[in-house]
């Protein structure tokens, strides 16, 4: 659902399929960076504002949100597995 939202906001005027790779980089990078940073090192970030493209109503209840904290655990709990033994 989230992919379909993505590719339809980048979506390119021409509807081929094919999204507008540039814009989406941009906006990506505004959330972990400022792109003035270079030219003025000593400025502070902007707090990131979500887009008015996510739906505040597409919220977990408590019994998925339990299986979600579950599942994450099980995938710390693997990835901790597969990465130890190689350091």
């Known amino acids: 659902m989230e992919y379909e939202r993505l590719e339809q906001h980048f979506a390119m005027p021409n509807d ?4 507008n790779y540039v814009a989406f980089s941009n906006e990506l ?18 707090a990131f ?6 739906d505040p109503k597409d919220v977990l209840n408590s019994d ?3 299986v979600l904290i579950a ?4 995938l710390g709990t693997i990835a901790t597995v597969l990465i ?4």
Do not use: H, V, W
Request: charged share 25%; with cysteine.
């Open 49 to 54: 504002q979500a887009p008015s493209i996510l």
């Open 64 to 66: 998925e949100e339990q």
């Open 71 to 74: 599942c994450l655990m099980r």
């Open 16 to 19: 081929r399929g094919l999204i």
């Open 29 to 46: 990078d505004t959330i972990f960076t400022d792109k003035t940073l270079e030219k003025n090192p000593t400025t502070l970030p902007t």
């Open 84 to 87: 130890k033994p190689y350091f």
